[in-house]
């Protein structure tokens, strides 16, 4: 039989009264924090069902990122939360995909929380690893963060990292698991958009000496004739042909051959600016793009690009130097064509008398007085 206890002796009306406020105010904490969870519930389901759709999406790897970071981060109420991409060949992760409004930078690779990951390829806890601790340039964490490296064997694309929790609590390590398990699902589906991407990139990339190739650069030389017709933006084309490369390949090899085209095609590429294309043409030839430059400012690059592969041999396998020079025409809209193709034409034209005439030279077509740089 339950007993009831009797009412204290010495609760007056006043400390009845604060008692039920207490209690009042805990049951408004509580149904707050019901509906935090039912909302916080609701959100996640639709975080989901975005996921769900962004797998169902194959290629769109920006909405696919997006959606695993989102549902990541509403799973353990993360504050801040980014995907890292690892850029190829310079050891840095670069931030794709970002929740939060803390700004957020490059890490080199082994940097802070997400870096150690990375080089470790394995998932990083703070605090739990002696060395990975979140760096200064990752969003900030207080009290805990955690790193996951999506990869594909062991060949990594990036790491997602999440950075403490809104309730202040750091992340279990029950958290940890069921984010990993998470991302193992998506993994494969987020390999596949990197895959499509390399795919596409290679679609329009030389297979020798990594430069765009010739269906990249007409695509580049139709916006641009499109962007000088409808804003009058000026543009020119450079042509550049190796000099002498039969000879290279008759004495060293075609091998020989094909190092030269890959160092010339170095050394153009770290010339110019980063707006400005350069692809391998064809063959022995190269063409570049340079948005917003004038004939006079072409004539200068290209002068400044034949010293510049003129001034050094190129030292073959067997350590063999190899003097090189090379033959150039230029030509500027809108003087020498109003379409992509007149100024190729123009530039051709330009070049190949620049070859006639002793090679290692740049040209341009006649201006209105009949005359010819070179």
Not at 21 to 42: C, F, P, T
Not at 53 to 81: F, G, Q, W
Not at 118 to 146: L, T
Not at 337 to 348: F, I, K, M, P, W
């Amino acid at each position: 039989m339950a007993t009831v206890e009797p009412i204290p002796s010495d609760l007056t009306l006043e400390r009845l009264w604060a008692r039920l406020q207490e209690v009042e105010a805990a049951i408004r904490a509580l149904d707050l924090r019901v509906k935090e969870l039912e909302q916080s519930g609701s959100e996640f389901r639709k975080a989901l069902n975005r996921l769900g759709d962004a797998l169902a999406s194959t290629h769109d790897r920006p909405a696919m990122l997006s959606a695993v970071l989102e549902t990541c981060a509403l799973y353990v109420r993360a504050s801040a939360a980014v995907f890292y991409g690892l850029v190829a060949g310079v050891n840095r992760l670069r931030p794709l995909t970002t929740t939060g409004t803390s700004p957020v930078v490059e890490l080199q690779l082994g940097e802070g929380l997400a870096g150690r990951a990375a080089a470790a390829g394995a998932v990083a806890v703070w605090p739990g690893h002696a060395d990975a601790v979140p760096s200064p340039i990752e969003p900030p964490a207080q009290v805990s963060g955690v790193a996951i490296p999506i990869r594909a064997g062991n060949h990594l694309f990036g790491v997602l990292a999440l950075y403490d929790r809104l309730d202040g609590r750091p992340f279990s390590q029950e958290d940890v698991d069921a984010l990993a398990t998470l991302v193992r699902q998506v993994e494969p589906a987020i390999q596949n958009t990197f895959l499509f991407e390399e795919a596409a990139r290679l679609s329009i990339t030389d297979g020798l000496t990594s430069l765009w190739n010739r269906r990249h650069f007409d695509l580049r030389l139709a916006a641009e004739q499109q962007r000088g017709l409808r804003f009058g933006d000026p543009f020119s084309v450079l042509l550049v042909d190796l000099d002498d490369l039969k000879t290279v390949n008759d004495n060293h090899g075609h091998h020989a051959g094909d190092a030269l085209l890959i160092e010339l095609a170095h050394r153009l590429a770290g010339g110019v600016r980063d707006v400005d294309l350069v692809a391998r043409y064809g063959g022995d030839e190269f063409a570049l793009i340079l948005p917003n430059t004038g004939l006079e400012g072409a004539l200068r690059l290209a002068r400044k690009l034949m010293s510049a592969i003129r001034g050094e041999p190129f030292v073959l396998k067997d350590g063999e130097p190899v003097p090189v020079t090379v033959s150039m025409g230029v030509a500027a809209y809108p003087e020498h064509g109003q379409t992509g193709r007149a100024l190729v034409a123009a530039a051709d034209k330009a070049m190949y008398r620049a070859k006639a005439e002793g090679k290692d030279r740049v040209g341009h077509p006649p201006t209105e007085d009949g005359t010819v740089e070179a």
